[in-house]
């Protein structure tokens, strides 16, 4: 890549290569195709963090097999509203990516989306947990459909290792929903900017952002590349960087920004390498996490499709590391301790006793333990047909709380009040939420260009403003056309 050009004047300024900064390029190309956008990328490449297919689950979010969306209720029923928020989340998603490829920026849907069943898979005392989580769900038109199952034969036609070997009168209970998806984001990513660039979207990488430095209503962008130190003036700046956004956000010194912490949490996963049984496994089955685990330690046992290829992998396995992103630094966690956030983040501690110790716990785990994770899904499963990976970095957000601080599992989109600067904070559902959370930082950050975007917005995801749950006819439209558009099961 060419060094940033001597006009360094920009109408945006996006920090980070991942499906978000991606995503917000390719809205305001269409929106405002006249206008100079600018991506930076400290890596070499584009979508090489959480965006990468094997630093996240790929699952393509919509709360039909994560249980931790539907939580209990004390009348032994479940509350379902955040399950319905992530699904309409999604359904953004399938609308934005169909227009993209009726349009040609996404050449082929089969390159990055793939129909995968999504499945509950839940032993013993958990089984009334989840019957009355489906009871709940299936009456929403959102999840129509939803199959359940509680004896092992049939089970075993829908994920023959779920059931292999596991003893006859073994209490088990399953649903499964045909419109699960799964994602290579970063396939996604690099298809995404790919189009963006044609559209005119600058894109940079191998440069990294040091600060952000207020300039009368805008803002200086300063950084360094191999080539020397930069400065980019622009009057509106995103940062999309993962984990990575805390310092940045912190560095603009934004009121808004007070407060805020991160907590990061590393992950692993179990590659299964034996061909034969990838062929046999044929969904997404998530379970219940454990004790103290944080929401993104939900296992699953995942088919996922790497550009074409079906793979197979299990966990993830909750570790740690004070590095806010895969290829961080080991200063990140102590540097972004500040006076405003140190009181939140020592209330979390206290208030996380459990989780620190799951965490502690998993950090030791030996690959035996770990293959007894992996045996609740797959009793059949041998050692020598896995392989450990890596995954990568999550930051969960710490923010002020009644009792001084929450841990807050999901994504926190925060932004100045005059809305010249933004940053994504957090982690699942992440990436499968990118085109709501982008299209609410158009709202939010630029609300005097609403009235001009909205029939382009409108083009690009004809539900937008509405809910698809209020409007069955309009909802079973849009997934016919998002299914029939992506290529995807109906």
Same mark, same amino acid.
């Given at each position: 890549m060419s060094l940033v050009p001597a006009s360094n004047r920009y109408d945006a300024v996006l920090i980070g290569g991942g499906v978000m900064s991606a995503t917000l390029a390719t809205m305001l190309?269409?929106?405002?195709?006249?206008?100079?956008?600018?991506? +930076?990328?400290?890596? =070499?490449?584009?979508?090489?963090?959480?965006?990468?297919?094997?630093?996240?689950?790929?699952?393509g979010h919509s709360a039909l097999c994560e249980l931790n969306y539907t939580p209990a209720t004390a009348d032994g029923g479940v509350e379902i509203s955040k399950a319905v928020a992530i699904?309409?989340?999604?359904?953004?998603?399938?609308?934005?990516?169909?227009?993209?490829?009726?349009?040609?920026?996404?050449?082929?849907?089969?390159?990055?989306?793939?129909?995968?069943?999504?499945?509950?898979?839940?032993?013993?005392?958990?089984?009334?947990? +989840?019957?009355?989580?489906?009871?709940?769900?299936?009456?929403?038109?959102?999840?129509?459909?939803?199959?359940?199952?509680e004896d092992q034969a049939t089970i075993g036609e829908w994920a023959p290792l779920l059931t292999q070997g596991r003893g006859a009168g073994e209490k088990v209970a399953a649903t499964r929903a045909d419109a699960g998806t799964d994602v290579d984001f970063g396939s996604l990513t690099k298809q995404l900017f790919t189009g963006a660039a044609k559209a005119g979207v600058e894109l940079l990488t191998g440069h990294t952002v040091k600060d952000l430095r207020r300039r009368g209503s805008g803002w200086t962008v300063v950084g360094a590349s191999s080539t020397g130190s930069f400065e980019i003036a622009t009057p509106f700046v995103f940062v999309g960087s993962g984990g990575g956004a805390l310092h940045l956000l912190q560095r603009s010194g934004i009121p808004e920004g007070e407060g805020f912490g991160g907590f990061p949490?590393?992950?692993?996963?179990?590659?299964?390498?034996?061909?034969?049984?990838?062929?046999?496994?044929?969904?997404?089955?998530?379970?219940?996490?454990?004790?103290?685990?944080?929401?993104?330690?939900?296992?699953? #046992? =995942?088919?996922?499709?790497?550009?074409?290829?079906?793979?197979?992998?299990?966990?993830?396995?909750?570790?740690?590391?004070?590095?806010?992103?895969?290829?961080?630094? #080991? #200063?990140?966690?102590?540097?972004?301790?500040?006076?405003?956030?140190?009181?939140?983040?020592?209330?979390?501690?206290?208030?996380?006793?459990?989780?620190?110790?799951? +965490?502690?716990k998993q950090i030791v785990q030996s690959m035996d333990q770990r293959l007894d994770a992996l045996k609740i899904f797959?009793? =059949?499963?041998?050692?020598?047909?896995?392989?450990?990976?890596?995954?990568?970095?999550?930051?969960?957000?710490?923010?002020?709380?009644?009792?001084?601080?929450?841990?807050?599992?999901?994504?926190e989109l925060v932004h100045a009040a005059d809305g010249s600067v933004a940053a994504l904070l957090g982690a699942s559902p992440?990436?499968?939420?990118?085109?709501?959370?982008?299209?609410?930082?158009?709202?939010?950050?630029?609300?005097?260009?609403?009235?001009?975007?909205?029939?382009?917005?409108e083009a690009m995801v004809p539900s937008y403003g509405t809910k698809l749950s209020d409007d069955t006819d309009l909802l079973t439209k849009t997934l016919s056309r998002t299914s029939d558009v992506l290529k995807l099961a109906a």
């Open positions: 190309a269409e929106v405002e195709p006249d206008w100079k956008v600018l991506v +930076l990328e400290k890596l =070499d490449t584009v979508g090489a963090e959480s965006s990468d297919m094997w630093n996240n689950a790929g699952t699904n309409e989340q999604f359904q953004l998603s399938r609308q934005f990516w169909s227009h993209l490829v009726e349009e040609g920026v996404l050449p082929d849907p089969r390159d990055f989306i793939n129909s995968v069943p999504h499945m509950s898979f839940v032993r013993g005392g958990d089984v009334e947990f +989840l019957r009355a989580r489906h009871e709940a769900l299936s009456r929403h038109p959102l999840f129509a459909g939803m199959e359940w199952a949490v590393s992950g692993q996963w179990l590659r299964c390498t034996n061909p034969d049984v990838i062929a046999e496994h044929g969904a997404k089955v998530y379970g219940q996490a454990e004790v103290g685990a944080p929401p993104m330690s939900v296992p699953h #046992l =995942d088919t996922r499709y790497d550009h074409g290829r079906k793979a197979l992998m299990f966990g993830p396995y909750a570790g740690f590391s004070p590095k806010f992103l895969k290829q961080g630094s #080991l #200063l990140d966690l102590p540097l972004s301790v500040r006076p405003h956030n140190l009181l939140p983040m020592l209330a979390v501690a206290r208030d996380n006793v459990s989780l620190m110790t799951y +965490l502690g797959y009793p =059949d499963a041998r050692a020598e047909d896995w392989e450990l990976l890596t995954a990568g970095q999550r930051v969960q957000v710490i923010k002020k709380g009644k009792r001084g601080g929450v841990l807050q599992f999901g994504t992440g990436a499968s939420t990118a085109v709501e959370v982008m299209l609410r930082l158009l709202r939010q950050c630029f609300p005097a260009h609403q009235d001009l975007w909205r029939s382009r917005l």
